[in-house]
């Protein structure tokens, strides 16, 4: 009995040594904001010497922050992109091996559409995508329809809708649109904790004629210019007629003169 109290004293006093030698990094702040403009961190009692730190950004290494200074302090400042999109950012110190602690930049969500624009022939499928690269991501997604008559509503899925979510992606379908009830602005809406952001895409359903005006206009082009030949012929005067055919036998005219005054010629040598 007396020998496992020992073991057991021996084992609470290692953990306290353990406790106050083991390496720490002070993160300043802990929780980060849009008002943040900068990170830091401070690595204290380190075992091993420090050979290097950098930055991550979602996991990502921040390649302008690496160094090779072995000072246990880094800096990151935050930027512009940093406070649009957010994410969880944490300071790595590389000594026998790879310290790091997380600060969390936390904005409300920034949604896009990669196009603003779709077009879509009558009765094909459209597809409209939004995106999304904030931190935190987005938890909850959903779309609205505003017509061109200015009426709104709220989209959800059923024969005509599909909508899919990913961590960072809203796709919306639209089975079978028609022209006249489906054109519009399709707004997608992305919130997180820290409150909601959205952006429109405007679709626009061509008939399936209107691939066809092209050359129904070509052809209502060709009627036309016919058409005002014909009437012309039809409509020109007689004496321009008369005046056609004898242009063609003038040259009889004259060669019948000619032909006259060779006889008269003949007949005065003969004389």
Same mark, same amino acid.
């Given at each position: 009995?007396?020998?496992?109290?020992?073991?057991?004293?021996? #084992?609470?006093?290692?953990?306290?040594?353990?406790? !106050?030698?083991?390496?720490? /990094?002070?993160? +300043?702040?802990? +929780?980060?904001? /849009?008002?943040? &403009?900068?990170?830091?961190? %401070?690595?204290? +009692?380190?075992?091993?010497?420090?050979?290097?730190?950098?930055?991550?950004?979602?996991? %990502?290494?921040?390649? &302008?922050?690496?160094?090779?200074?072995?000072?246990?302090?880094?800096?990151?400042?935050?930027?512009?992109?940093?406070?649009?999109?957010?994410?969880?950012?944490?300071?790595?110190?590389?000594?026998?091996? !790879?310290?790091?602690?997380?600060?969390?930049?936390? $904005?409300?969500?920034? $949604?896009?559409?990669?196009?603003?624009?779709?077009?879509?022939?009558? %009765? *094909?499928?459209?597809?409209? #995508?939004?995106?999304?690269?904030?931190y935190p991501p987005i938890d909850k997604w959903r779309w609205s329809f505003t017509d061109d008559s200015k009426n709104k509503?709220?989209?959800?899925?059923?024969e005509k809708y599909i909508i899919k979510i990913e961590p960072n992606k809203t796709t919306l379908y639209i089975n079978n @649109?028609?022209?006249? #009830?489906?054109?519009?602005?399709?707004?997608?809406?992305?919130?997180?904790? #820290?409150?909601?952001?959205?952006?429109?895409?405007?679709?626009?359903?061509?008939?399936?004629?209107?691939?066809?005006? @092209?050359?129904?206009?070509?052809? $209502? !082009?060709?009627?036309?210019?016919?058409? /005002?030949?014909?009437?012309?012929?039809?409509?020109?005067? @007689? +004496?321009?007629?008369?005046?056609?055919?004898?242009?063609?036998?003038? @040259?009889?005219?004259? &060669?019948?003169?000619?032909?006259?005054? *060779?006889?008269?010629?003949?007949?005065? %040598?003969?004389?």
């Amino acid at each position: 009995m007396a020998l496992l109290w020992v073991f057991g004293a021996v #084992m609470v006093c290692f953990y306290q040594v353990t406790s !106050e030698t083991e390496p720490n /990094i002070l993160t +300043e702040p802990k +929780e980060a904001n /849009i008002t943040t &403009e900068v990170l830091s961190c %401070n690595f204290t +009692e380190p075992q091993t010497p420090i050979k290097g730190h950098h930055w991550t950004r979602n996991g %990502n290494v921040i390649e &302008e922050t690496r160094s090779t200074s072995t000072v246990g302090f880094t800096q990151y400042k935050v930027d512009k992109t940093d406070i649009k999109f957010g994410g969880a950012f944490s300071c790595v110190f590389i000594a026998a091996t !790879e310290f790091n602690e997380s600060i969390k930049l936390s $904005v409300v969500p920034h $949604v896009v559409a990669p196009k603003h624009n779709e077009h879509v022939t009558e %009765n *094909d499928k459209a597809v409209l #995508m939004c995106e999304s690269s904030t931190y935190p991501p987005i938890d909850k997604w959903r779309w609205s329809f505003t017509d061109d008559s200015k009426n709104k509503k709220d989209i959800t899925e059923d024969e005509k809708y599909i909508i899919k979510i990913e961590p960072n992606k809203t796709t919306l379908y639209i089975n079978n @649109p028609a022209s006249n #009830m489906d054109s519009g602005s399709y707004t997608c809406h992305g919130s997180n904790d #820290m409150g909601e952001f959205s952006d429109d895409i405007t679709l626009r359903v061509r008939s399936r004629l209107a691939a066809l005006w @092209p050359f129904l206009g070509i052809v $209502v !082009e060709v009627i036309v210019l016919v058409t /005002i030949i014909f009437i012309f012929e039809k409509r020109r005067k @007689p +004496e321009d007629l008369g005046d056609d055919d004898n242009v063609g036998s003038a @040259p009889l005219k004259n &060669e019948s003169a000619a032909n006259h005054k *060779d006889k008269n010629v003949r007949q005065r %040598n003969c004389n």
